[in-house]
């Protein structure tokens, strides 16, 4: 079993910076691919960022790239994502996943591709 708990979210102006946390208990993720989702009001879960055991292959959405920067310690069950220059279309909720399946990066994508997520953290990003 794997609980997921983020943390950081809060209330920030446009051009601003956030960073969030994604604890991991119940066993270690050090073999786990983990990755960033957000949620908007009344819209679908959309990707943000997914990052390998390692650290060192990520992806991004395209909103976010040049923004965001996924990272992990390689041998700490914690992944964060360090979020600069925040829009208002950031404005979300933000979920951290894990799933224990070799990283491609195109299928972390997906949501049925990972099989824990936590419950969330708010961002919200004023103009």
């Known amino acids: 079993q794997v609980q997921l708990v983020e943390s950081g979210g809060g209330l920030v102006q446009a051009g601003g910076s956030l960073s969030l946390s994604c604890a991991a208990s119940?066993?270690?993720?050090?073999?786990?691919?983990m990755g960033w989702f957000r949620q908007a009001p009344g819209k679908e879960r959309e990707f943000v960022a997914s990052?390998?055991?390692?650290?060192?292959?990520?992806y991004y959405a395209d909103s976010v790239k040049g923004r965001f920067t996924i990272s992990r310690p390689k041998a700490k069950n914690a992944m964060y994502l360090q979020m600069n220059t925040l829009k208002p279309e950031d404005t979300a909720v933000y979920y951290c996943?894990?799933?224990?399946?070799?990283?491609?990066?195109?299928?972390?994508?997906?949501?049925?591709?990972?099989?824990?997520w936590g419950q969330g953290t708010q961002v919200t990003v004023s103009s």
């Open positions: 119940g066993r270690t993720l050090s073999s786990y691919a």
């Open positions: 990052v390998n055991w390692s650290g060192i292959s990520t």
């Open positions: 996943a894990a799933d224990s399946s070799p990283y491609n990066a195109i299928k972390t994508m997906a949501l049925d591709y990972w099989d824990y």
